[in-house]
Structure formats: structure tokens, C-alpha cells
């Protein structure tokens, strides 16, 4: 579980069952990861800015239903609206530690594939879907 300090308040974010059920977030979160990691394609300057100006939207879009499904558990937040307001005080707090939104996509994204009941599935999906053939012991 991770959790995000806003203004002094805590907010813990778990991403559990019901939010891959319910939504598309893990594909999604893929292709934004893969807008910005680049296509290798040439563009034009026009298409350029088009193309990054809908790579914005998709990373705020994305970033914002991560936390809201995240924050569904244990915090009181009712609408997407509240939290995109609760990403904006995120980023504009003064603090040590570097809080962009890309940083926090990272993080939620870390957090998303890698911690909990979806690792074992993601980080190596042959491994999990082994059983064993023998579930009895040889008697002797």
C-alpha cells in the first residue's frame, strides 16, 4: 500500500480486485506509459504538439481514476473531481521530495503492477498459473 502526504493529511492508496473488474485502468496506464517512452517516429512540429498535448490529457486523465480507485478503500473522496483538486494541492505543496506529475505517475504505476496481488500475476504470469500435478503424498 502507499501512501501520499497532502497538506498534512494522509491518503493511502490500495488498488484491489473491484478497480480492475470495474474499469480499464491497468491497459490504459500501458499505453500512457508507452506514449511517453516514445514511438520512434518522425512528426511533423503540428503533429507533435497534437500528439503531446493528448499524451497530457491521457497522463491527467489516468492519473486521476488511479488515485480515485486507490483512494476508494480508505479515504473519503466521493468524485473524480475531488481528488484531481487533491493532485492539484499535491503538486503545488513546497516539500523535499519531488512531486511532478509524471513522478506520481511513476509511483502510482510502481504501485499498480508491482505491489500486491497483481505482482505475482504480472512479474511472471507462468509461474502462477503452475499447479502442482501431485496433491498427494505417496504412501510408503
Known sequence: MMTLSINGKEYKVKFGYN???DTDLLDRVRTVATLF???GEEMTDE????????KMKD??????EL?????KKYNPVET???VGDLIDEYVEEETDEK???LTLFA????ELTSRGFLKEIIGNPEDSAKKPTDHKKKQA
Not at 47 to 54: H, K, N, P, V
Open 107 to 110: 509511483q502510482l504505476s510502481e
Open 99 to 101: 512531486r511532478g506529475l
Open 67 to 71: 488515485l480515485f480507485v486507490g483512494f
Open 37 to 39: 517512452k516514445g514511438s
Open 47 to 54: 503533429e507533435a504538439q497534437e500528439t503531446g498535448a493528448q
Open 80 to 82: 473524480e473531481q475531488e
Open 59 to 64: 497522463l491527467f486523465c489516468v492519473v486521476r
Open 19 to 21: 478497480c480492475f473488474c
